[in-house]
């Protein structure tokens, strides 16, 4: 009885998860840096930016802090991009920094370059 009870709940839940994830791809285009920062990297790099997201505590590496001029500022602009879309292994980094390419276009992954350098409040590294 109870097994019936949650399949029914996991149906549900399936059935809500495809409807998001229809809307989400109507309005893909029309997201902006912040929508896609909000949707993929808050749960690691946190809503603040500060890199203590829900899911940072459970990392071997700690994520980086996009808030911090120093950290942020010794990358230049196509590290910071490569990063996210081939992820960490791309530049020498932690694999538990995902690869982002599969999710978000080069032009996406160039505005949130742009929001990093907002939140960092710096310019990158020339090279
Ligand atoms: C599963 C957790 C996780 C998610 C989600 C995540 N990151 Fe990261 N990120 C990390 C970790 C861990 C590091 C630190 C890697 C290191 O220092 O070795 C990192 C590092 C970075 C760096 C620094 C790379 C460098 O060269 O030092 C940037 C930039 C970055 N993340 C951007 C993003 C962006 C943008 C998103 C969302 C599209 C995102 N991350 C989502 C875990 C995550």
């Known amino acids: ?34 929508d896609n920062y909000n949707l993929y990297c808050v749960q690691c790099h946190g809503s603040a930016g500060t890199g203590k997201g829900i899911n940072a ?6 994520p980086r ?22 992820g960490g292994s791309a530049v020498g980094k932690s694999t538990q920094m995902p690869s982002w390419k599969h999710s978000l276009t080069d032009a996406e992954i160039k505005d949130i370059v742009a929001l990093l350098r907002q939140k960092c409040k710096c310019t990158g590294a020339a090279k």
């Open 1 to 34: 009885m109870k097994k019936i009870v949650i399949s029914k709940f996991s149906a549900v839940l399936v059935a809500a998860a495809i409807i998001l994830m229809g809307g989400m791809t109507v309005s893909a285009s029309a997201e902006t840096a912040n």
């Open 57 to 62: 505590p459970f990392l071997a590496v700690a």
């Open 65 to 86: 802090n996009h808030t911090d001029p120093k950290a942020m500022g010794e990358l230049s602009d196509a590290n910071v991009a490569l990063a996210i879309k081939e």
